[in-house]
């Protein structure tokens, strides 16, 4: 069976940080773009961060730019997102897809955040 499944999440004070991880099982992951998506409560998923199979490109949304950290080890299957200067407003549950995010021509990115079967994500509670 195909999936990924991700982990990480807690609660944490303004200011904190988190490490997600998005493991794979049943595919190999080097071959794909990895996303990280969330989606808070009353709000459409949105994608945060993106990552080429090799690992060499990044893009990040705005609101999140020098906080967030996507990485991934194409050894153990696994991407992250390493969270810090935690915000209020990143209280969402976050997911991870594959090949849901990439550069287009113009160096521009996409993120597709309402297509296909999500897992159960995990939940991020950012709050004093």
């Known amino acids: 069976q195909l999936q990924l499944v991700e982990s990480g999440g807690g609660l944490v004070q303004p200011g904190g940080s988190l490490r997600l991880s998005c493991v794979a099982s049943?595919?190999?992951?080097?071959?794909?773009?990895i996303g990280w998506f969330r989606q808070a409560p009353g709000k459409e998923r949105e994608g945060v961060a993106c990552?080429?199979?090799?690992?060499?490109?990044?893009n990040y949304v705005e609101s999140v730019k020098g906080r967030f950290t996507i990485s991934r080890d194409n050894d153990k299957n696994t991407a992250y997102l390493q969270m810090a200067d935690l915000r209020p407003e990143d209280t969402a549950v976050y997911f991870c897809?594959?090949?849901?995010?990439?550069?287009?021509?113009?160096?521009?990115?996409?993120?597709?955040?309402?297509?296909?079967?999500w897992g159960q994500g995990t939940q991020v509670t950012v709050s004093s």
């Open positions: 049943g595919f190999t992951l080097e071959y794909y773009n």
């Open positions: 897809k594959a090949d849901q995010c990439g550069r287009r021509p113009d160096n521009s990115y996409y993120y597709t955040a309402d297509w296909g079967s």
């Open positions: 990552i080429s199979n090799s690992g060499f490109r990044t």
